[in-house]
C-alpha cells in the first residue's frame, strides 16, 4: 500500500488552468501505475488518466484528452495533472490512485487519497 496526498485544487473561471500534484509515501512509488480519477456531484466516480510505472505510457478518457496532461516524478514520488482549458463540466472531486495494473477501471486501483476539489465557474 501506498499513501496518496492530493493537493492544487480550487476555484479557477472557464478557460483556466490547474495543476493538481500528488504526493505519494512509500520507497515503491516508481513500481506503480499511477491515475487520476474525479467525481461530481450526483454523479459516479470516472476515469481521468492514467501513467505507468516509468512514466513512458499514458491514457486519458476523451473528455479531458487534449487538455489535461498527467506526468509524474518517481525520484520526488510525486504525480501531476495539469489542466488546461477547463470547463465547468469539469468540477469535481479529484482523487489520485495507485495500481499494479495499467488498466482504467477504479476497481484495479488499491490505493486512493482524500481527494481535492475543482470548481470551474462559468
Known amino acids: 500500500q501506498v499513501q496518496l496526498v492530493e493537493s492544487g485544487g480550487g476555484l479557477v473561471q472557464a478557460g483556466g488552468s490547474l495543476r493538481l500534484s500528488c504526493a505519494a509515501s512509500g520507497r515503491t512509488f516508481s513500481s506503480y501505475v499511477m491515475g487520476w480519477f474525479r467525481q461530481a456531484p450526483g454523479k459516479e466516480r470516472e476515469f481521468v488518466s492514467i501513467?505507468?510505472?516509468?512514466?513512458?505510457?499514458?491514457s486519458y478518457a476523451d473528455s479531458v484528452k487534449g487538455r489535461f496532461t498527467i506526468s509524474r516524478d518517481n525520484a520526488k514520488n510525486m504525480v501531476y495533472l495539469q489542466m488546461n482549458s477547463l470547463k465547468p463540466e469539469d468540477t469535481a472531486v479529484y482523487y489520485c490512485?495507485?495500481?499494479?495494473?495499467?488498466?482504467?477501471?477504479?476497481?484495479?486501483?488499491?490505493?486512493w487519497g482524500q481527494g481535492t476539489q475543482v470548481t470551474v465557474s462559468s
Open positions: 501513467i505507468n510505472s516509468s512514466g513512458g505510457s499514458t
Open positions: 490512485a495507485a495500481s499494479s495494473l495499467y488498466f482504467k477501471s477504479e476497481f484495479g486501483f488499491h490505493s
